[in-house]
């Protein structure tokens, strides 16, 4: 199989992938094409909206059309590490003779559905940290390997904070993308009522396997990227460190801690997943800036007078993109230069 | 090198606009500031001449051909060219990502396809102008330079302002100026000839002597020059000078004056009493001060021992009785004693000893305590006039004397009032605001004084200092007690 007919696959597939999420999904367009760019790209994704707006149902529809294992954890402020990972129990053998032997826990699956992540508290969302960063978990001095690929996919509701732990930032960091589920339109919300309210429901079938989203993963890593663009993705990082000196006024004033370097790194290989998903073969500003509010929103933390006066960090990103445009080669005429 | 003719000549083709948009965009500067150039130029015009309006559209002309040679001469960078060309026909930054990653030794399988699909594309483009026109500032306001030129071009040169000031002197008044300026230039001229190493001093003292005589207007005077001002009946007042200078030296001498420390002392009872002692007797011999005057001294002298219980009440009456017998020597001496022993008693509540830091009465009740014995340490003792801290004095066992205590030495023998000190009192705010600030100050130059003046007394006597010096001494301790 030759390289173009290779991306072709990826093109046909991620087509594929996201019609069959959209056979139950009504609207969010862009929410399930970024859900399946974090997929692709091996990063994971936070969802976060209302209760109601399907996000739960999202990832359960997405599993379906995979042929990889899934599991759902609902968490709870009762929810133990163990509960997630799994532990050690005492198994008697054919002999009679008494051994530990480890117990999975749900965490052992291809697609991780933690949902409502934010009503666990911080040592039980802290038990995902490893199994994120490193594919591995570590139960009784013994490093397990989570299944390839290993997706995590969370839901948090940004309502009804009572009894809720937010995430820390580290954990935060460590999700690709996050994702705002919106409210649907009219069009979109009557859709819903006749699609689920029908008798008989939608089926969805399995399109891609497990084995094929890890050879589409090491695909996307060839994308080339040109430097000017591969300066703006920094650039763009930089500007939301209100100690860097060309960093925009908006950023000096609202943000008190700039996106970490795995920013920029979310930036550019959703940016090749982008690329790649419409066919082309390299990466273009546009899809650095498609995926700017994706990868930077939850990595920027605002400052006591960004908070006050309620400054919305997808407007904050917006900004930064637009002034780091002006400022950088992107937005001078080149004859002047 | 990318091997694909229709991406090299869509560059070629970009990067030939570029610079002919260099070109028109630099050339329209040159052409601007060059006009601004020629309208100077014709500003001058009947300096310049007839060739003025062809040095302006010279001038004009070159300027927008240098700007044009610039803008066309600037390098145009390949990378630039690609990301106008994937602007302009929308290829999202497949020319620039193919021109770099295809010679780059790291490039994955992927970049192939990517140039493939990139010469696709650009064989597909329909040629067009990508890169639009930018004005310049100065290109957008050309017009008016250019205009202004034209204008000046037709119109007759315009006279220059001659740069003198306005002329209001009649002619013959003018003229008689003239005169005497020239003969002053020739009189200064002649006299620079006739002594040229004559310093500018001697020349000012000169006309300082002149200035001051009969006023008459001589040649070289400057009051000729100066005729119809009111400078020229001002004289430099000297004297007033002089005066003013004096002043400001009395002044100057003022500050070496301790103002706490005299305001506390001429509010003294010894200071009143001596200054109308000194009034009395001053250079006059004993048969020619007033007794009436002599005996209202010692009255109130007599008075305000007896008020205070101090001791020299009795000298004052053995005074005044010897007053009443006709002998004014004696009633001078007893006077004297008086005196004495009213400074002793001064001195004696103001030196270090009796700073204590508390009111005066408190430190008079101290003292009185102190000198019933009452736990004073041989610090807190108090000395009589004479004693104490001076060398070979007081009752210190050394024959050197004990060392003069400085300020500060001892916290309880400082008694600053408002200085802050351990153990014994409360400390003040050193704040001079509020009680503190209306306190005097009290140095320990109070309690030594005193015993130096004794010193000297006794060094003089023992004739330990030559003659001629006496009064030198005595001078400067009488200024002294003046202060």
Redesign the interface.
Known sequence: MNHDSRVQAFVTAFEALRAEVEKVIVGHHEVITHVLTGMFAGGHVLLEGVPGLGKTLLIKTLSEGLELSFSRIQFTPDLMPADIIGTNIIVEDADGRKHFQFQHGPIFAHILLADEINRATPKTQSALLEGMQESAVTVGGASRPLPAPFFVLATQNPIEMEGTYPLPEAQLDRFLFKLRVRYPAIDELNAIIDRTTQSRPATVSRVLSGPAVLSFRELIREVPIASHVRDFASAIVMATHPQWEQAPDISRRFVRYGASPRAAQALVLGAKVRALAEGRYNVSVEDIKALAAPALRHRVILNFEGEAEGVDTDTLVARVVADTEAVTAQGREPFLR | MIESPRIEGLLRRIRRE?RR??AE?YGLRGAFWAAVGGVVILLAKHVVGSAAPWAAAGLVALGAAAGVAYGAARR??R???A??A?RAFGL???V???L??AERAD????????V??TIARVEALEPKRV?RR?VPREGRILAIPLLACLVLAVTPPIPMPSGRMPDLLPSGEEEREERVSSSLLEETSRQLAKDPLKRPSFEERDFAQRAGGSGATTTGDLSAIFKDTSLASQRPDFNSFMKKGDERLRMLEQVDRLPDLQSDFTNSQYKMVYRKSKALTGGLRPDQISPQKLRELLEEMERLGRKGGANWSGDAMEGMEALEGGQSDRALEAMQKALDKMRAMDEAQRSGKGLRGGRESERGARGRDRARGDGAGPEDQDFGEGEGLMPGKGRSGSPKGEATQRLRANPFDVGVEGESRRGRKDGYDTNLTGRSGSMASRLQYLGVIGQYRKAMEDAITREQVPRDFHDQIRNYFQALDER
């Open positions: 570029i948009r260099r965009y145009v960078q990378r630039d060219v990301r106008v994937d999202d930054d497949r620039a990502t193919t770099e990653w490039r994955t399988r992927l970049v192939d396809a990517l493939a699909d890169v930018v």
